[in-house]
């Protein structure tokens, strides 16, 4: 085995080497509203379910190159809602478009071709073409670390899911066909057990 003191790493070997080797990761393809109403979508797969009761999930965005905050976590701070939609393989390169960091003021759902569906509870659409939706607010943004890299957990409750119904079946839930983030442009595609890349556009 090789130790790897994180106290001597770079925080862009520390990013390699956990997103590399923690995986696989479910991706959260979150929709928020900014303040003033513009519609925002990006993915985070820095993302796992919180809790039961309450129901919870939990997102970490980390600051960019330039230690500036993502805008997923400035509209969830700002207006306490947003949306988890889950991710199948047909909706993979339209969530690829809305990845690039874009200026706050850019509507990512232009670049995705995907369809807003008003959400029950919040404000943010929901994805129509996700399999599972989940309407949250914001229970409490935990910050750790400052700069580039430093996280911005965000822990929501999550009020509605809104699920494909041929994946319920009663009791039984037939667990959905998701894609999931492995390591720089790999993924895996639950459906078919097979990898594949994209590239992140420019
Ligand atoms: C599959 C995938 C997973 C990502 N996961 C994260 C993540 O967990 N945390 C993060 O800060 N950025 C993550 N990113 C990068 C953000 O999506 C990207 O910075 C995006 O521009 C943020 O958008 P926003 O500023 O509109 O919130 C991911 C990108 C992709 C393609």
Do not use: K
């Given at each position: 085995m090789t130790t790897i003191n994180?106290?001597?790493?770079p925080f862009g070997r520390i990013y390699d080497l956990m997103s590399n080797l923690v995986v696989p990761r479910p991706i959260a393809f979150v929709s928020t509203l900014s303040e003033s109403g513009i519609p925002n979508l990006a993915p985070f797969s820095f993302f796992n379910i919180g809790g039961i009761n309450p129901p919870s999930l939990t997102i970490c965005t980390v600051l960019d190159g330039k230690g500036e905050q993502k805008d997923t976590c400035t509209n969830i701070e700002a207006t306490g809602e947003f949306v988890v939609n889950l991710l199948t393989r047909s909706m993979a390169e339209g969530m690829n478009e809305t990845?690039?960091?874009?200026?706050?003021?850019?509507?990512?759902w232009a670049y995705s071709g995907f369809t807003m569906l008003e959400s029950e509870l919040v404000k943010p659409a929901r994805?129509?073409?996700?399999?599972v939706q989940m309407e949250c607010t914001l229970y409490q943004i935990v910050p750790h670390g400052d700069?580039?890299?430093a996280s911005r957990y965000i822990i929501g409750q999550i009020h509605r899911m809104h699920v494909q119904?041929?994946?319920?079946n009663g009791a039984l839930i037939t667990p959905a066909d998701l894609i999931a983030r492995l390591g720089g442009p790999q993924y895996l595609d639950l459906a078919n057990h097979e990898r594949f890349e994209l590239k992140r556009p420019e």
């Open positions: 994180f106290a001597d790493e990845s690039p960091n874009f200026p706050d003021h850019v509507n990512e994805v129509a073409e996700s399999p700069g580039p890299g119904s041929e994946l319920l």
